[in-house]
C-alpha cells in the first residue's frame, strides 16, 4: 500500500486531498507547491511516490498514467515527462513506445542476486561498524531496534518494515565506508519493497527482531567475525525465503505478459 505524501509549502485539509491510487496510477499524489522549483521537485516527488509503492505486492498495478499524474499534482505534462524521462534513466521506470510506462519490477532471477549483493555488502559493513562505530552510536542502534520491535510484536507489519529497512541502513551508515552505503542504497528501491512482502509471511518479523539484537550484541561486543556472520545470515534467511515461497513473479513487461519463473 503506498503511503500518502504532501508537496505543497503548508498541510494540506483533508477535505482538499486527491483521491488514492487508482487503476493505472497506483501511486499517491497531491499538487505541488507554487514555491518549489517545478522540474526538480516534480521528479523528487514522483521519485519518492514510486518508492513509496509495493511494487512485489501480488496484482500491484505499475503502469503510470502521464496525464493522471499531471491531474493530482495540478501541473502540465511536461515536467511529468521530463520527470519520467530521469527515472527511466535512473532505472525506477521503463518507458515503453505505445504501451505506456512502468514501474520497474525485477525477476525472481535479479532479486535473489541482489540479495546476495547486499548480504555481502552489510556483512562486510558490520565487521567496520566493530572497529569505527563509538558505544554511543550503538547504543542508539540498540534503542531504535527496541523501539521499533514493538511494531513487530503487534503485528504493525508495514511500521516494522520501515523500521527494519532504517536498521540495515544505519549499519551501513555507521561502517564509515561511503561507497559500501551508496552501493547499497542503489539497491534501496528493489530491497525495500522485498523486504516489505516477505516480513508479513511465515513470521519473519518475529525472526527479524531476534536477529537484530543478536547482530546488536555482536557489533556491541566488538566481535568482527560473529557480526559478519550474523547479518550475512540474516540477510541469506532473506535469500532463502523468496527463492522458497516466490515461484512465480508476474512479469512487468507489457510487451508479452508472461510471468517470471
Known sequence: MAVRIWYTTHPVPKTQRLSGPTMSNPVNLDPIGINFTLKDHTYDVLRQAILDVNIYEEDVDLRLDERKLAEQLAISRTPIREALARLAQDGLVEIIPRKGVFIQRKSLSDILEMIVTWAALESMAAR???????????????????????????????????????????????????????????????????RRRAMGEADRATRSVVDHMEIIEALEARDADLAGQLVREHTMRLHAHVRETWTRLESTNPTDGQPNA
Open 128 to 194: 567496520l561498524v566493530t572497529q569505527v562505530a563509538t558505544d554511543e552510536q550503538l547504543n542508539e542502534l540498540r534503542q531504535f531496534a527496541l523501539k521499533h520491535s514493538a511494531h513487530a510484536a503487534k503485528a504493525e507489519i508495514e511500521e516494522y518494515s520501515d523500521a527494519n529497512i532504517r536498521f540495515h541502513q544505519h549499519i551501513l551508515q555507521l561502517s564509515g565506508c561511503s561507497l559500501l552505503k551508496t552501493t547499497a542504497d542503489s539497491l534501496f528501491q528493489h530491497m525495500h519493497a522485498v
